[in-house]
């Protein structure tokens, strides 16, 4: 059976190589940046709704409520379907290094990677470098955990 044709279902060995099988890469970086976007849109939104159910007091603390609702969110939906809702509208979804989507903690680790990225600029940097430079466009956090951001198969 082809890679190409993954299922939700499939364990295959090992990810897809970014030279024998590029349509798994494809557009992956663009793909990525609107779903980062996308993210930051719905958690704000969801700082903006806590921000109303806290009589106006998640204003106090503003950065941090969208600190937390952001690793709760990333964690949550990473952990889910191996994607943020960004990455479902994208079409795209996280791999493990055997192919798998990933599990609970995997999603945690990456989200804990993510969040120490986003906080630090030298490490931001690098990990933006990383995704263009890198033949499966890989963030710092997805080489440290062998994680791999591929485009989705169509149903």
Not at 37 to 51: R, S, Y
Not at 104 to 123: K, R
């Amino acid at each position: 059976m082809s890679h190409t044709h993954w299922t939700d279902y499939d364990m295959p060995h090992a990810l897809p190589d970014p030279d024998a099988q590029p349509e798994f890469y494809d557009g992956v970086q663009v793909k990525r940046l609107i779903a980062w976007v996308i993210d930051t849109l719905v958690i704000f939104v969801l700082a903006l709704i806590a921000t109303v159910l806290t009589v106006f007091v998640g204003l106090l603390f503003f950065p941090l409520l969208m600190l937390v609702i952001g690793f709760v969110y990333r964690t949550a939906t990473l952990a889910s379907g191996s994607a943020t809702w960004g990455m479902r509208l994208m079409a795209v979804e996280l791999r493990a290094r055997s192919g798998a989507r990933i599990d609970g903690w995997t999603a945690l680790a990456h989200t804990l990677l993510y969040a120490i990225s986003i906080g630090t600029f030298l490490v931001q940097a690098v990990s933006v470098l990383l995704m263009l430079i890198t033949p499966r466009g890989q963030g710092l956090g997805d080489h440290l955990l062998g994680t791999v951001l591929i485009n989705r198969r169509a149903a």
